[in-house]
């Protein structure tokens, strides 16, 4: 069975960091490409990130030049440092694993962003 669970969410000021966990269990993570996405109450999940199996990255907009992706295949686990954090971040972070149709999603994390 396959599971995404997510860690490191918390309450933050502006300005601090935080790092994302994302470990998987039940699927060859090697072999996927892993996403962040975010979510706000009330509306649509939005993608945040993506780590390549390959290792090549890509960010949204909003979070360029802030927050990093990264993994390590041994421990099959996939990050997100946040630094430089605003209260526009404040959301519920879920990471995802996708390969072709195979789609999975973590339980996501509260991270939240005081002014």
């Known amino acids: 069975q396959v599971k995404l669970v997510e860690s490191g969410g918390g309450l933050v000021q502006a300005g601090e960091s935080l790092r994302l966990s994302c470990e998987a269990f039940?699927?060859?993570?090697?072999?996927?490409?892993l996403h962040w996405y975010l979510q706000v109450p009330g509306g649509k999940r939005e993608w945040v990130a993506v780590i390549t199996s390959e290792g090549d990255s890509n960010y949204a907009d909003s979070v360029k030049g802030r927050f990093t992706i990264s993994r390590d295949n041994a421990k099959r686990t996939v990050y997100l440092q946040m630094n430089s954090l605003k209260p526009d971040d404040t959301a519920v972070y879920y990471c995802?694993?996708?390969?072709?149709?195979?789609?999975?999603w973590g339980q996501g994390t509260q991270v939240t962003v005081s002014s």
């Open positions: 039940g699927l060859s993570f090697s072999a996927y490409s």
């Open positions: 995802n694993a996708a390969q072709w149709d195979r789609i999975y």
